[in-house]
């Protein structure tokens, strides 16, 4: 079974401050994870994806985040925040057979001018 | 074409109407998914179309009838809603993932429905 826990319902950063959005998963095979952004009245977004090719993956709009197995993370962050980050982030993971999607229960993001 | 497209973007309807909603995608998909989300939340998976057939059913109730007539649409029809289903109904679509490869799913912009 998958799942993926993501710490922190809100987070509020500084503009130009550091973004680290946290997420943890829970996989018996080796898993795909994913990060999806939502802006307000908007649907779902792919930030980026983890498929067992490099370990830190490189997103749009300055997000990257780094594939741990050791401590299974998969954190995004941003070196420095912008405004129009602001909106809803959610982690989701599948399995590599199969088509069912597991999301987080989502981390909303406020960006403090 | 690398959009999922929903229509209509917002829709308000009674109790006893009927409705439907719609979603097209035309890059070769063959796995096409209804989602429910309310505010905040994550979205909940309803429905998914595998080959234009119903493989999934998260125990909707009968009031949502999906429907697939081919391999770029999607129906969700709607009968007798009631208030709390007012959400966000987010349609997705994916390729059929192959053993190894990880699948993204592509979501549409959703239709925002209110019942009343």
């Known amino acids: 079974a998958q799942s993926v826990t993501q710490l922190g319902s809100h987070v509020s950063v500084s503009e130009g401050a550091l973004v680290l959005l946290r997420c943890n998963y829970s996989?018996?095979?080796?898993?795909?994870l994913f990060w999806y952004v939502q802006y307000p009245n908007q649907g779902l977004q792919l930030l980026l994806k983890?498929?067992?090719?490099?370990?830190l993956v490189k997103g749009i709009n300055g997000f990257e985040a780094e594939f741990k197995k050791s401590e299974t993370s998969f954190h995004l962050t941003k070196p420095s925040a912008h405004m129009s980050d602001a909106a809803e982030y959610f982690c989701?993971?599948?399995?590599?057979?199969?088509?069912?999607?597991?999301f987080g229960t989502g981390t909303s993001l406020t960006v403090i001018p | 074409d690398t959009e999922v497209t929903q229509t209509p973007k917002h829709l308000v309807m009674g109790m006893t109407n009927k409705k439907s909603l719609k979603c097209e995608q035309h890059?070769?998909?063959?796995?096409m998914y209804w989602y429910k989300q309310k505010a905040k939340k994550p979205p909940e998976l309803m429905f998914v179309?595998?080959?234009?057939?119903?493989?999934i059913n998260e125990s909707v109730p009968s009031r949502f009838s999906p429907e697939c007539p081919n391999s770029s649409l999607l129906n969700l029809h709607l009968h007798a809603l009631q208030p709390e289903d007012s959400a966000l109904y987010l349609c997705?679509?994916?390729?059929?993932?192959?053993?190894?490869?990880?699948?993204?799913?592509?979501f549409g912009p959703g239709t925002r429905l209110t019942v009343l």
């Open positions: 997705a679509s994916s390729p059929q993932p192959k053993r190894g490869a990880g699948t993204s799913y592509f």
């Open positions: 996989s018996s095979v080796p898993p795909y």
């Open positions: 983890y498929t067992s090719a490099a370990t």
């Open positions: 989701a993971v599948s399995a590599n057979t199969g088509n069912q999607f597991y």
């Open positions: 890059m070769g998909h063959r796995a």
């Open positions: 179309y595998s080959y234009e057939k119903l493989s």
